[in-house]
């Protein structure tokens, strides 16, 4: 078996890392005080659905990526399931940026 390179390693953490963003966008969330406050605060006045449905809309425009599929294996006690999102589009990124 070739020995994999560094930029190879870093495609496929990345790609990995990519897929679980929202998962650990709330474990993100989970773990800082500050956030954790506010995102109470938020589902008791706008609900949890459309709470967790806004930032997961938000987040993948703001990270320009798409949506895969949706998993119940989630490492955060704020969500049961999540989508999945591939890589950014390194083409949207570049066209958006530039606006």
Do not use: W
């Not at 930029?7 to 890392?17: D, G, I, L, Q, S």
């Not at 930032?55 to 999945?84: C, M, P, R, W």
């Amino acid at each position: 078996m070739k020995a994999m390179t560094a930029k190879e390693f870093a495609e496929k953490v990345v790609e990995k890392f990519c897929i679980e963003l929202t998962d650990q966008l709330f474990l993100y969330i989970e773990n800082d005080k500050e956030l954790m406050q506010d995102y109470l605060r938020v589902i008791t006045e706008e609900g949890l659905h459309k709470t967790n449905q806004d930032l997961g809309a938000d987040f993948k425009e703001l990270f320009f990526v798409d949506n895969l599929g949706e998993t119940d294996k989630v490492k955060s006690k704020l969500i049961k399931t999540y989508t999945q999102h591939t890589m950014p589009d390194i083409n949207i990124v570049k066209k958006k940026l530039s606006k």
